[in-house]
């Protein structure tokens, strides 16, 4: 039995026009595992061609164990998110990927950062504070971003500025988004609490 897509939850706009990150958690079939990483793949490919799109990320289950995998897809707004999920390309994707998930966990729009935030396994959205992940952040950004400039820095001395701060956030980023702020997170979720 297919279970159908949970209806997107509308969030106000976000003041300013902030990022929004699309996290969705869906229970894959036993079995399913290398149908739906084909799918995912041509999720990632239609998503790249978007206007707006920021990027997108995979979290899957342990190697060997069906699980959940987690899709997080940033966008620079709200309206750019919303484009995706009204799309006649994300409805046919939805529908070829209906018989390979047991389950949909949860559907969340997230502005800025929040997606770091929010525990794995939980069934709504529930951040902490504010001025907590805005310290977490900073207390884990600081040495990695000094780490990569110590780094790098001697090997990109002769390149523009511009071309050196892109080639530091193209280390930053990914690092910060799938080593390092999982894990600080988990180390701080009693304190992270709201």
Same mark, same amino acid.
């Given at each position: 039995?297919?279970?159908?897509?949970?209806? /997107?939850?509308?969030? #106000?706009? +976000?003041?300013?026009?902030?990022?929004?990150?699309?996290?969705? &958690? &869906?229970?894959?079939?036993?079995? %399913?595992?290398?149908?739906?990483?084909?799918?995912?793949?041509?999720?990632?490919? *239609?998503?790249?061609?978007?206007?707006?799109?920021?990027?997108?990320?995979?979290?899957?289950?342990?190697?060997?164990?069906?699980?959940?995998?987690?899709?997080?897809?940033?966008?620079?707004?709200?309206?750019?998110? +919303?484009?995706?999920?009204?799309?006649?390309? $994300? +409805?046919?994707?939805?529908?070829?990927?209906?018989?390979?998930?047991?389950?949909?966990?949860?559907?969340?729009? *997230?502005?800025?950062?929040?997606?770091?935030?929010?525990?794995? +396994? %939980?069934?709504?959205?529930? *951040?902490?504070?504010?001025?907590?992940?805005?310290?977490?952040?900073?207390?884990?950004?600081?040495?990695?971003?000094? /780490?990569?400039?110590?780094?790098?820095?001697?090997?990109?001395?002769?390149?523009?500025?511009?071309?050196?701060?892109?080639? *530091?956030?193209?280390?930053?980023?990914?690092?910060?988004?799938?080593?390092?702020?999982?894990? %600080?997170? $988990?180390?701080? %979720? &009693?304190?992270?609490? #709201?």
């Amino acid at each position: 039995m297919t279970h159908p897509a949970p209806p /997107s939850a509308t969030l #106000p706009e +976000a003041p300013g026009g902030d990022p929004v990150s699309l996290v969705v &958690r &869906r229970r894959i079939r036993r079995g %399913a595992e290398a149908q739906y990483e084909a799918r995912l793949s041509e999720a990632s490919a *239609q998503l790249a061609r978007l206007p707006g799109h920021i990027g997108t990320g995979i979290l899957r289950p342990p190697p060997g164990e069906a699980g959940v995998y987690t899709m997080i897809a940033r966008f620079d707004s709200f309206a750019s998110a +919303a484009a995706w999920e009204l799309s006649p390309e $994300r +409805a046919l994707w939805l529908e070829h990927i209906g018989p390979l998930v047991d389950e949909h966990v949860s559907f969340e729009k *997230q502005p800025g950062l929040e997606f770091w935030f929010t525990p794995a +396994a %939980a069934p709504t959205l529930r *951040q902490p504070p504010r001025w907590k992940m805005t310290l977490l952040t900073i207390g884990v950004l600081y040495p990695v971003s000094l /780490s990569v400039t110590l780094l790098l820095a001697p090997h990109l001395l002769s390149w523009p500025l511009p071309l050196r701060a892109l080639a *530091q956030s193209l280390v930053i980023v990914p690092a910060m988004t799938y080593a390092f702020m999982p894990l %600080a997170t $988990r180390a701080a %979720a &009693r304190w992270l609490r #709201p």
